[in-house]
Every structure is written in C-alpha cells, then in structure tokens.
C-alpha cells in the first residue's frame, strides 16, 4: 500500500534552517510529481512547494519562494524540503502528498506529518 513517511521536523530560531524527507513506498515513485503541504495552528492546509516525477519542473508558494528548496533523489524514493532563513509564521504541521488514480477518478495520500516551530 501507499506509504509517505516524513522526518527532520523539529525547533528551530528564526533564520535558520532545517530539511525535511518524505520516505515513499508503495507506488512507483519515479512517475508521480510530490507535493509539500503545511497547515499551521488553526488555519487551512496549504500547498507550499511542487516537484515533477522526474524533479525538472518544481513550483513554490510565493510566501517560500526564494527561501526553501524540494528536491526529489528517485534511487531512494525520497523527496526533500530544504528550508533556509525560517520565520515564525513558516511554524506549522508539514505534509507530503501524491495523488494516484483510482479507477476514473483520484485518491490522495498523505504522511502522518512533522512538525516545525520556529521560534526563538
């Protein structure tokens, strides 16, 4: 089954940085762009970066652009996060997701999340 784990959450102090991993099983990995979502305290999750399946194409919230990197390493079906510069309001629970067909339709998965504070 579908599997996304996440990992290297955690406090940091405004300015500095961490990197998250999202470990995949279950589907072929190589094909299947990834996504980086965030939900922090009390307000709606929301998409904060993008990745192709092959790592060409990549797309950013503008609140994170310029400041956090996805990459992706396929040999390891993993998917990164580099986050550099952080600020308080980069605090909140981060998600990956890839999205699988079902029949004529779609399903989502998620990780369980990690969490990131950043505060001082």
């Known amino acids: 089954q579908v599997q996304l784990v996440e990992s290297g959450g955690g406090l940091v102090q405004p300015g500095g940085s961490l990197r998250l991993s999202c470990a995949a099983s279950?589907?072929?990995?190589?094909?299947?762009?990834i996504h980086w979502y965030r939900q922090p305290p009390g307000k709606e999750r929301e998409l904060v970066a993008t990745?192709?399946?092959?790592?060409?194409?990549?797309n950013y919230a503008d609140s994170v652009k310029g400041r956090f990197a996805i990459s992706r390493d396929n040999a390891k079906n993993t998917v990164f996060l580099q986050m550099n510069s952080l600020k308080p309001e980069d605090t909140a629970v981060y998600y990956c997701?890839?999205?699988?067909?079902?029949?004529?339709?779609?399903?989502?998965?998620w990780g369980q999340g990690t969490q990131v504070t950043v505060s001082s």
């Open positions: 997701k890839v999205t699988r067909p079902l029949g004529w339709s779609s399903i989502d998965y």
């Open positions: 279950g589907f072929t990995f190589s094909a299947n762009a």
């Open positions: 990745i192709t399946s092959a790592g060409v194409g990549t």
